[in-house]
């Protein structure tokens, strides 16, 4: 086993060559009215582990800069690519003219919902996850190519946003790389 101190495990500050030379995956993660800054901040550190393309904040999303989202993130802001919209609507058209390619699925329990390990993930690829208490509405998964949900056998019903994206964008990774690091 590899044992990590403080200093290796958070790279507050990489040299610009070290962030350029990371391959970016065409995934792009939406986040529409996540309202935990910590939730948000570690978003940001899950697309920096996959090198997604981008992170889409919507809606009442908070956005960098802001001091528990840059904590919580470990500055990863710094370099993953992100952006605003008022709307998940306006995020989803203009990431569906922007990579017309996309499938998008939503994160969510729902009577229309698979297993999130049933899906051929193909890149690219974008992964939509909500509020945290209200997940996803109605409106916002009707313009999604699907929705995955992650199975629960305890007593609770749902997990953590940033931890129900994590679980669905490893698999992806997984499916895409055809190897699990």
Known sequence: MIK????QLRTLSPHPDDVKAVKKNPIYIIVDNVLD???IGAIFRLADAV???????CGGSETPPHSRIMKASINTTEWVSWEYFTTVKEAIAFLREDVPEIKIYAVELDGKSIPYDSISYALPVGVLVGHESDGVSQQTMALCDGIVEIPMWGVN???????SLA???FEIMKRVTGEAR
């Open 4 to 7: 990590l101190g403080a200093t």
């Open 37 to 39: 800054t910590y939730n």
């Open 51 to 57: 090198a997604a393309e981008r992170v889409i904040l």
């Open 157 to 163: 019903k749902s997990m953590n946003v940033m931890v």
């Open 167 to 169: 679980v669905v964008l």
